[in-house]
């Protein structure tokens, strides 16, 4: 058992799914199910063994503020009614976290680079999370957006050459995944909300930032996920059953996905 648990695809993949749709199972009727993302994240960080807060180092800050977001959501989804605009405040709150997130890193280069480094950071998260938050009360397209973000980052940090920054992204896809199977099965019944969608935009333009600075990806690989929420929002066919609106929904968010892949894989290869 010791063995299976420390494989990297039970941890950033089986039981983060596992965990997402348990979650999403039994808290959908409690407006709990947007909790599935973070607790899949949560999970794949405490297998790997980074589950702790001694030293705040960016990748432990990513894991934080992808905590505070998901419960940032949830006390929205409880209090307040989705307004016109929220979604653009809630990008540029998260936008300017993500610079705390990122301070060390972005210190550590001359002024202008940094500058310039901080603003596509900021942009990246604004941008992820602005379409993501749009589109919250739709189950189906919040959940496809977080598996296409999350597979998208995780197998594109991959190539990039980061294996614990792969491993948190494919987490969040595969937690979505769960929560993506509770909204088939139950329709109507399952909300994604502010919960789900601030969880997945915000942790997953945090690893495509950290995958940028931090490793090899390519700032252009990054930045093409923050098109895969404004992907799903193409046609679904809305009267058809929930699992066809899911299918066809996927294809929109991984073909994106899929092109970010293959700019980092072509990245990959002409630097090796």
């Known amino acids: 058992m010791h063995e299976l648990l420390n494989h990297p695809a039970v941890q950033g993949g089986v039981a983060p799914f596992i ?13 709990l199910a ?19 807060l001694d030293s705040l180092t960016t990748m432990r800050k990513v894991v ?9 959501g949830l006390m929205g989804d409880f209090a307040f009614k989705p307004r016109r605009g929220a979604e653009y405040v809630l990008g540029a709150i998260f936008g300017l976290a993500s610079l705390w997130v990122f301070w060390g890193p972005l210190a550590q280069k001359p002024l202008l680079a940094a500058l310039l480094a901080g603003v596509a950071v900021f942009a990246l998260v604004f941008a992820q999370v602005a379409f993501t938050v749009a589109h919250q009360s739709d189950a189906i397209r919040t959940g496809v957006s977080g598996l296409g973000l999350g597979l998208g980052v995780g197998v594109a940090a991959v190539l990039g050459a980061s294996g614990l920054i792969g491993q948190y992204g494919m987490s969040i ?7 993506l199977l509770t909204a088939v099965i139950f329709g109507r019944g399952v909300g994604a909300g502010a919960t789900l969608a601030l969880g997945v935009s915000v942790v997953t333009a945090l690893l495509g930032a950290a995958a940028v600075l931090l490793a090899n990806l390519p700032w252009y690989s990054a930045a093409l996920l923050a098109l895969v929420p404004l992907a799903v929002r193409l046609p679904i066919a809305g009267r058809s059953h929930p699992a066809l609106q899911a299918v066809l929904a996927s294809i929109y968010a991984l073909t994106i996905a899929g092109v ?8 990959s290869r002409a630097a090796g």
């Open 19 to 31: 965990v997402g749709l348990a979650v999403a199972l039994i808290g959908f009727r409690l407006r």
């Open 34 to 52: 947007g909790l599935a993302a973070v607790a899949g994240l949560l999970t794949a960080v405490f297998l790997i063994g980074n589950f702790s």
């Open 260 to 267: 970010s892949c293959g700019l980092a894989w072509t990245a």
């Open 173 to 179: 896809g595969a937690a979505s995944g769960g929560f």
């Open 64 to 72: 934080v503020l992808a905590v505070l977001a998901s419960f940032t």
